[in-house]
């Protein structure tokens, strides 16, 4: 399997702040790979790094299995990205602001917009000024122009924030599309964990600039499967004794002595008849299924606690 992005070590430090700290993370061609972080994490950043926006203070990376700075460039030109909002003119139409970007950039043949808002689905609206067009259509617009070059891997910054839930699905369905019909590898950061689980075939976690897991959509789905959520007063001696009665390793202790249990979860008696016959105050036990966002409010739990 070919890797499109490959970081080493990469980080960034802004005066004495770490906005990344040593990530390591592997994009395969034809990924759709979520970036998943609150804001602050490091997304941004990031994603500046790759497109050459910003210089890492340490580390490295490849675009396409090469790492030079002449090869990082060639690389960039078969990359299209939205880092922030797009900058397009509000009293020009859709199809003028598109032809500016289209010469500017020195791309030939006078249908390329129109072949490109068709893919859009903004065609139609080519006529439109930009200051009359809806926010999802702003945001496809800026998709398109990403795609003017057409590129072999986009790289999305938060393309979803602010749109309303059919927004939301045009751009989701758009991303699929050009996914799986032309084989565009997607790196995509979003906040909204939701619709990230819709569309991603693997993810990287970020938390305070840190790398906390990178895993495909088949391992998140395997651990995202139904578990016994225990609250105790002391949660250190019971995951000591679910270890050692009941010999119990696949669990985890988050704060405010909340203990998470994956296996044996139809027999949540053996939990309860431990705690009491051990004195230890049993305050809450019910059977939990994770979805993507509560499974990342789990993994940053330490990181967010450190």
Do not use: W
């Not at 005066?15 to 990344?20: K, P, R, S």
């Not at 009491?276 to 994770?290: R, W």
């Amino acid at each position: 399997m070919k890797e499109v992005i490959k970081t080493y070590k990469l980080s960034k430090k802004f005066n004495n702040d770490m906005a990344l700290s040593d990530i390591n993370i592997t994009v395969n061609q034809g990924d759709i790979y979520g970036l998943v972080g609150n804001n602050g994490a490091g997304k941004t950043t990031l994603l500046r790094i790759l497109t050459g926006q910003s210089e890492p203070s340490e580390g490295e990376f490849e675009l396409f299995s090469k790492s030079s700075k002449e090869d990082l460039n060639k690389g960039r030109r078969r990359c299209g990205a939205i880092i922030e909002t797009p900058s397009f003119y509000p009293k020009l139409t859709v199809e003028q602001n598109m032809e500016y970007y289209r010469i500017q950039r020195g791309i030939p043949g006078k249908g390329k917009v129109d072949k490109i808002l068709e893919e859009v689905n903004l065609l139609h609206a080519k006529k439109k000024k930009f200051d009359q067009l809806s926010l999802g259509m702003k945001q496809r617009l800026g998709l398109a122009l990403a795609m003017m070059t057409e590129p072999e891997l986009l790289l999305l910054d938060e393309p979803i924030n602010g749109l309303d839930p059919s927004g939301i699905i045009e751009i989701r369905n758009l991303l699929l599309k050009l996914n799986k019909e032309k084989n565009i590898t997607i790196l995509i950061s979003s906040h909204i964990l939701s619709e990230l689980s819709n569309i991603a075939t693997c993810y990287g976690f970020l938390s305070k600039g840190k790398l906390v897991e990178e895993l495909s959509s088949e391992e998140l789905e395997e651990k995202c499967k139904s578990y016994l959520e225990i609250k105790v007063n002391n949660a250190k001696k019971l995951s000591a004794l679910i270890e050692d009665k009941l010999g119990y390793k696949d669990y985890k202790v988050l704060p405010g002595n909340i203990i998470q249990i994956f296996e044996d979860i139809n027999e949540p008696e053996k939990i309860s008849e431990l705690a009491i016959s051990n004195k230890i105050g049993l305050l809450a036990l019910e059977q939990k299924s994770l979805n993507l966002e509560n499974y990342y409010m789990s993994l940053i739990g330490g990181v967010e606690n450190d």
